[in-house]
């Protein structure tokens, strides 16, 4: 299904490289991540107008994710820390967007929905390890950990744009939208932990609820061309 995905995300790539009507960088500051920014050339999407105050526009993107953190782990090993990263997506996504016409300022407000295959995804060892220390009241913590590389996830989004029109043709917009979005990612493994330099102890985990935390702020920027 991976290689079926990726195939989709191409070819609407290289069509929507012939028919777009806007281009645009998008940033991603993520809950409890590191930034993450689009993968060259750009993120693109078809606006579709219905009238002047309603738009969908259908889109994709590839994004490189600096680290994610995991949610849904037991008290004993929940952390604030990314623990997945770095690693790429290829998302599709559909907004819908009612608009507001002021002279040659457009502001909207839109919502709907994405998803995405992460790949190449890698697991932050050294944070797990420190927050399971810290946690425990371990000194050091040594752990092995089996996860998986890659995944599809998916959410809503929900934001804002600026549009500002140039000509009867081109305009330069600037938005915010918030995603809240996840991934199922079971990992599993064990671990060795020190309490002082002759005392140590040992563990197993295994967690099939964990989850990808693709939550936070999306920066948006680019050219419509209508």
Known sequence: MKKSFLFVIFILF???ILF???VGFSYFIPRNGYFSNPIAPLNIS???????????????????VGG???VDLPDSYSTKLPLIGPFQTAELNILVALSLPINKIKISAQGGAF???GFNQKFITGNFDRSIAEIQNFQAVFSNVDFKKHGFGGGYIYGGKLTYRLSKKLSV?????YYSGKQKYPISGNFTAYTSADSKASGNFKFDNSRID?????????????
């Open 46 to 64: 078809m606006p579709i107008n219905a009238g002047n105050y309603l738009q969908i526009s259908p889109g994709i993107g590839m994004m490189s």
């Open 115 to 117: 998803m995405y295959y």
């Open 214 to 226: 693709y939550s936070g702020f999306m920066i948006l920027f680019g050219i419509v061309n209508q």
């Open 173 to 177: 917009y600037a938005g915010l939208n």
């Open 68 to 70: 994610l953190s995991l």
């Open 14 to 16: 290289q069509i929507s």
């Open 20 to 22: 777009s009507q806007s």
